[in-house]
């Protein structure tokens, strides 16, 4: 029997609506940061294709800390969930519902097959483009293919978010034939607002024709002008708007309006900013911290304005934030910065999704761990680079729901999460 929302979760969430009615997101890119080239990993269809509207020494076990407690979520994040994605999430199997939370590495040189096995026994539900993709054509039929895997059996029919990182510059996943050369994120911060949005709803407009529904894009870090290239996973290619919080708000928001208009999902990232820390996360577990973000730090101001924009995800990263959680808990795996900060504070109520789970920075943590910490810590979907770490992690996630009540509701959460994403976005309709 699959987790599923309990008495407890119906009543919150009841009230919730009572109260609410009385008045009151060259290199790969695995959702962070270029990665090598000999890096395994790192972000017309059959289906429908909807459209989005806007609305230091590192601790090795995420569960011995404060941040990581296995207490039910409070009903914020899904109160608002229509009743055609209460009812699609509650008719799905356990596999199927767990299969939701992941988004799984489809490489350039695999074969279009390769995939087809993990939808179908695993349920995975939504896939990333990585490794460089060269040409519409190729990337139309392998979406086709794709989606077609989406059956009734393996994931209810639902289709899946296919996920590409197209930000512009030197992260783009998608090149060739049928795809402009986007500029890098420091060229699109001098374009108007307006430009700027007409920019990026063109270039949606070529994700949606080859069946891309979400970008992992805009990037909406600040690296500091005194630290610029020596922030490996940003300031080095260039990835940031601006050296200013008010920048980046001008230009990561255009963006996100414009991916929006033209009918895909952006995200923003890598929450709650990357700017600061020297390291790439991606190939290092140490100089991941940032000692200055605080709840207060003007470099939110590009995450809350995505969030009020209408991003369907947020993006979260693996670097250290002690004035966040003070149990140096890494920012994917703390439930302060995930719930507390993010939720609660900001106000954001849509997807989280990890950047790469797979990441050097949390490689000294068992992957089943860092699956169940991320889901307890109040996120949704687990993006992995590596398509054989999905058993271990489905494994870990099933067998903690079974045991352990409050998990299996934060599991319930997270589904519904998803699923209200997908309604959202045209893929999933009740009518």
């Keep these: 029997m699959r987790p599923r929302l ?34 395994a990993a790192a972000s017309d269809t059959t289906t429908p294709s909807g459209t989005p509207t806007a609305s230091s020494t590192p601790s090795t076990s995420p569960s ?5 407690t296995s207490s039910p979520p409070d009903a914020g994040g899904t109160a608002n969930v229509s009743a055609c994605a209460r009812r699609t999430a509650d008719a799905l199997t356990e596999q199927q519902a767990l299969g939701q939370l992941l988004m799984v590495a489809f490489q350039t040189g695999d074969s279009r097959t390769a995939l087809d096995d993990l939808i179908a026994d695993q349920h995975v539900g939504n896939v990333i483009y990585l490794g460089g993709w060269d040409g519409a054509s190729l990337v139309k039929k392998t979406s086709a293919h794709l989606q077609a895997q989406a059956t ?24 060739g034939e049928g795809f402009s050369k986007v500029p890098s994120a420091k060229v699109q911060a001098q374009m108007s607002s307006a430009e700027l949005t007409a920019a990026a709803k063109g270039w949606a407009g070529e994700l949606k024709a080859v069946g891309i529904n979400v970008n992992l894009a805009p990037v909406t870090d600040t690296v500091p002008a005194d630290i610029g290239t020596a922030n490996e996973p940003i300031g080095k290619y260039g990835r940031q708007y601006g050296s200013d919080p008010a920048t980046v708000t001008k230009a990561s928001t255009a963006f996100l ?18 700017g600061r820390i020297r390291n790439n996360t991606d190939f ?73 789970i797979n990441a050097k920075a949390v490689q000294a943590i068992p992957v089943a761990e ?29 067998d903690k729901a079974r045991a352990d009540e409050g998990f ?24």
């Design 6 to 39: 309990t008495a407890a979760v119906a009543l919150a969430l009841v009230g919730a609506l009572a109260a609410a009615c009385g008045g009151g997101d060259a290199p790969d890119d695995r959702g962070s940061a270029p990665s090598s080239p000999s890096s």
């Design 64 to 68: 011995a800390t404060a941040s990581e």
């Design 152 to 175: 009734k059996a393996a994931t209810a029919g639902i289709p899946l978010l296919l996920a590409a990182d197209q930000e512009g510059g030197e992260v783009r996943q998608l090149r």
């Design 257 to 274: 309006k414009g991916m929006i208009e033209g009918g895909i999902m952006g995200t923003v990232k890598h929450f709650p900013g990357l």
């Design 284 to 356: 290092n577990a140490t100089g991941i911290t940032d000692n200055i973000a605080t709840p207060k730090d003007p470099f939110l101001a590009p995450f809350t304005a995505g969030v009020k924009a209408g991003a369907g995800l947020v993006m979260v990263g693996s670097a250290r934030y002690p004035g966040l959680d003070d149990t140096r808990t890494q920012a994917m795996f703390s439930k302060p910065i995930i719930t507390g900060l993010l939720r609660d504070q900001l106000g954001f109520d849509g997807v989280v999704i990890t950047d790469d």
């Design 370 to 398: 860092r699956a169940t910490s991320f889901l307890r810590a109040g996120g949704d979907i687990l993006l992995t680079g590596d398509p054989k770490s999905v058993p271990a992690m489905t494994k870990a996630i099933t």
């Design 408 to 431: 299996a509701l934060h599991v319930d959460a997270a589904v519904l999460r998803v699923v209200a994403l997908k309604e959202r976005m045209g893929l999933i309709s009740c009518s």
